[in-house]
């Protein structure tokens, strides 16, 4: 039996739960030369870390014992960084060590804070918190830590990353120097590392996590996109994979509050997730994922930390994380306990380049796919539509209906009718732009139709920041209200690019650029003359027009910029 090393009732309580075989974790915790020491583990989000530490403790809680005592002060102590967390880890052990009459209880924010004290004061022999109320039952007197055993540090990584040294220093300084330390992290970085060093003593270091099999269950793929069509990226890969449940990340509150808001105007199923949300609204939101009311999520990294999400099958990077570990904590929301799961990085062309190497970095192989097509998400649609409808038992009501619907059409025109009705509930895709530059040839004897006469305008950005047709063209028509086939020359340079706009379109296009200016934009937008020096080093997209005077000196124009990129 594989968990026979462990006391009876733990045994049974894992046997009642359906465990048969330990995950790689649990497995490695239960080694023999595990015993009595403290551990350092880098274990995969979502591979049963939670029980893998439950087990370990019993050894030192229990000993010989199958049943607990009464407690009058704590025995163990979990830390972890959130609410929701620390709450998921108490429902584990109190199943796990409810049989030997182990009372868990929880501190945690957002609670009440007399409630927990009752608690506290009654007796638990495990107890579970975040570090901030943790610290304020210490403060109060509530908390005793005399007597602890065991102490655990679950998403070690986490709580950094959140701010929490103080705290949990703090609490690690008045536990007994000789209990057990564990410490759990999805990555060990150096400040973890640093951590271990001056809390724990001779530290075993078990590591699972390895690059291969901690991806395994995830199928990574990047998609490369115009920067304007990032929004109707996540929207057509919502639509693309109809995953049960779906998580949307971006870098900011603000950012997360308007692809929510566009999300559910466009008719998904979807909540928000970001700092800004009370307690009470977070708990909302996360019920309704639970209960199957909200498919889609929609946070920041902060804000999705610690959340175990039943049934999460796909995990979109709205925006790009900011390092390779951010990525593993993101894409770690799916493909998680054996389940399969889909991670999509939304990729602006710009930014090819720094998401390679992040991919790179992280160990991660992802394929590189087009962003789905309108015909696409209809194909699927179809497919899921055909087996979705499997013909079975019906009520004899719905069969009167049924014989009733096919006196008055055929049944080609009963299908049809049932077909729109599903699609009608159904988002709609969104059209994309098509990427690359407009393909048609240049005329070998003079300017294309149109651009006969024509002013150049220049923006601060060339090769060196990876300026691009592909983006800049959707980036002009968005800003200027034009249409690329509006847009002639485009001539790239190391620092600088320049392109043509028809005279007569002109005015319209710079006015349209003032009122779409923002103050934090990074591009600048000036108008460039009639005849510009040529760009070193520039190159032409394959449709442009009559090319710019080669001699005499640049037109002076004024500095002041008509606008700059979102």
Known sequence: MPFSALPAVIGEALAARGYETPT??????????????????????????????????ASTLMGEEEKFGFAKEPQALIIAPTRELAMQVQRELTWLYGPA???????????????????????AHIVVGTPGRLRDHLERGSLITSSLKVVVLDEADEMLDLGFREDIEEILDVTPPERRTLLFSATIPRPIAILAKTYQRDAMRIETTSAG????????????????????????????YEANGAMVFCA?????????????????????????????????????????RARVCV??????????????????????????????????????????????????????????????????????????????????DQSRL???????????????????????????????????????????????????????????????????????????????????PRWLLPLLCRRGH?????????????????????????DRFAESLRRTAGADDDVLIEPAGDAPQPVQGGRRRPNEGGRPHAGGPRKQYSPRPYGRAR
Request: aromatic residues 4%; proline residues 5%.
């Open 24 to 57: 790689d974790v649990q497995a490695a915790i239960l080694a023999p030369e595990t015993l009595g020491r403290d551990l350092l583990v880098s274990a995969q989000t979502g591979s049963g870390k939670t029980v893998a530490y439950g087990l370990a403790m």
């Open 101 to 123: 009459g182990a009372r868990v209880a929880s501190c945690v924010g957002g609670m009440n804070v007399r409630e927990e004290q009752r608690a506290l004061r009654n007796g």
């Open 213 to 240: 099999k901690a991806h395994a269950d995830i199928e990574y793929r990047a998609i490369a996109v115009a920067p304007a069509d990032i929004e109707h990226a996540v929207v057509n890969i919502l639509r693309f």
């Open 252 to 292: 900011t509150r603000e950012n997360v509050r308007r692809l929510h808001a566009s999300l559910v105007e466009r008719g998904f199923a979807a909540v928000a997730l970001s700092g800004e949300l009370s307690q009470n609204e977070r708990t909302h939101a996360l019920q309704a994922l639970r209960d199957k």
């Open 299 to 380: 946070a920041t990294d902060v804000a999705a930390r610690g959340i175990d999400l039943p049934d999460l099958g796909l995990v979109v990077h709205a925006e790009l994380p900011i390092d390779p570990e951010t990525l593993q904590h993101r894409s770690g929301r799916t493909g998680r306990a054996g389940r399969k799961g889909t991670c999509v990085l939304i990729v602006p062309y710009p930014r090819r380049r720094r998401a390679e190497g992040m991919l790179r970095a992280a160990n991660v192989k992802a394929a590189w796919v087009p962003a789905p097509t309108i015909e696409d998400i209809r194909g699927q």
């Open 386 to 468: 055909l087996e979705t409808i499997q013909p079975g038992d019906a009520a004899e009501d719905d069969l009167a209906v049924a014989r009733q619907l096919l006196e008055r059409h055929s049944a080609e025109e009963i299908a049809a009718a049932f077909v729109r009705t599903q699609r009608q509930n159904l988002p709609e895709p969104e059209e994309m732009f098509a990427g690359g530059p407009d393909e048609r040839p240049a005329r070998p004897d003079g300017p294309r139709a149109g651009f006969e006469d024509t002013v150049w305008f220049r923006m601060n950005i060339g090769r060196s920041a990876n300026a691009d």
């Open 482 to 506: 034009i249409t690329k086939s509006d847009v002639g020359a485009i001539r790239i340079g190391d620092r600088e690019t320049l392109f043509q706009i028809p005279r007569h379109v002109a």
